[in-house]
DNA sequence: TCAAAAGTGTTTTACCTACACCCATGA
DNA sequence: TCATGGGTGTAGGTAAAACACTTTTGA
């Protein structure tokens, strides 16, 4: 493609935020790097943008280089732009976040030699991480913080078929704060949106919990209803 | 700086979406372009980011060349990055927005030969834009729509001393639906961060509303409680 | 005295909150 | 039979929704 357009040596970059729960804890993808800067140092999987392919693409194929994930749908969290975020330059970045469930996954394992690992790590205890990236994944979890109450997005973290208990450990933990059993329960099966199976938890030593599957069908037609003042 | 990463020949762009209330309308700041591409076309005010500038630097700079507005505070939206959304290569864009009221401000005018006109434009009755700025727009608005429930942009846009039926109006016009009135009244006037003034409207050929001015810090106060299940 | 917008209250309904005990299961 | 988590109900308070008429003012 001809251009007569100033060229200028910004450099971008995407940087993915995925989010996992699992074992009761809430946990991100990190790898470790095998390149300069930051070689050997933990990150977020992050990579360059080529000039043929649009952002979105990007980030789905820098995911997958370096983690072997694929297909993960992400939503654009922010762009990072400070003239000394980065080393070697004026580099931009753009994060992305996602949030998937860990249950028949693959584990993460990088597809390039960028990145020398990947794996899971708790959120609650993360070691500092490559250039900016501490404050990216703060800014992640605000995110997912607040829209917890408007969107879907536990279910999207939870394996397909959960208990009640599950998912309100998942919105405890993402919140950092208990919450009352019987009023999470009545007000989760009030809004309709989960399916109840015939089914319940396999190999506990206790009494085991109904599962229930999340209804997007019901969901989607119960937030078409939009907030009002009573007009 | 000395670099040894990449070149690309992308390049960056901000594009700015301000927001006004006037006349019971709302609007947009548009310019008419003065280059290639798109000259003569109405666009968003926006234009290419320098090397060594931070992107938020680089929009206040570059909002201020194309429209003569200074110290307006913006937010990132979002970034518009496919690969043919430039007639002339690769641009990849970060849309910026804010509100801002109109009593006090300057008319907008162009500082840069880039442009030839800067005015207001309602947004009800949108011309087609340059790019793919109307796709931006629609963004931005959903933007506001969702924005206007859990933070205060209502009072940026509106003057400092305002009536409760101006404050109503706006709503409507965000959310595009009446609301009653003796419900949003008695819903504002509740929430307690409206300061009652001992002034009413000047020169109308009605029973003259009170005015009310917004009150930060009871605001402030009001929203660090935090939505909760009762835990 | 008219037009135009300001201002005002009550009832019903829905949801939020606080709170404690019995049940089912496998080890 | 015990330990572990699963599961359940009610009462009181607060906020949302629906709804229509009187008041003030200037022209």
């Known amino acids: ?11 971008f970059t995407i940087d993915c935020v995925i989010f996992a729960f699992d074992a009761g804890k809430l946990k991100i993808l990190l790898i470790e790097r095998n390149e300069e800067p930051f070689k050997d140092w933990l990150a977020l999987p992050g990579n360059f943008v080529n000039t043929d392919e649009g952002i979105d693409q990007a980030a789905e194929r820098i995911l997958y280089e370096l983690t072997g994930l ?9 762009i990072f732009g400070d003239v000394g975020r980065h080393p070697q330059g004026r580099v931009i970045t753009v994060a992305y976040y996602a949030m998937i469930r860990l249950s028949g996954q693959k584990e993460p394992k990088p597809v390039s030699s960028f990145a020398k690992k990947a794996f899971w790590h708790a959120t609650d205890m993360l070691p500092k991480l490559a250039f900016d990236h501490t404050k990216i994944f703060e800014k992640s979890l605000q995110k997912i913080k607040n ?10 973290l939870l394996p397909e078929k959960f208990s009640l208990t599950q998912l309100q450990q998942l919105y405890e933990v993402i919140l950092n704060k208990k919450l009352d059993k019987r009023n999470f329960r009545k007000k989760m099966l009030n809004y309709g949106i989960l399916k109840e199976l015939d089914e ?11 599962l229930y599957k999340f209804d997007r069908r019901k969901y989607n037609k119960l937030f078409q209803k939009e907030l009002s003042f009573g007009g």
Chains 1, 2 share one sequence.
């Open 147 to 156: 829209k917890i109450f408007y969107s879907p997005i536990a279910f999207e």
């Open 200 to 210: 319940k938890q396999q190999g506990v030593s206790y009494r085991a919990a109904k």
């Open 1 to 11: 493609m001809e251009t007569n357009l100033p060229k200028f040596e910004s450099v």
């Open 70 to 78: 694929k297909g993960i749908y992400m939503e654009q969290l922010h």
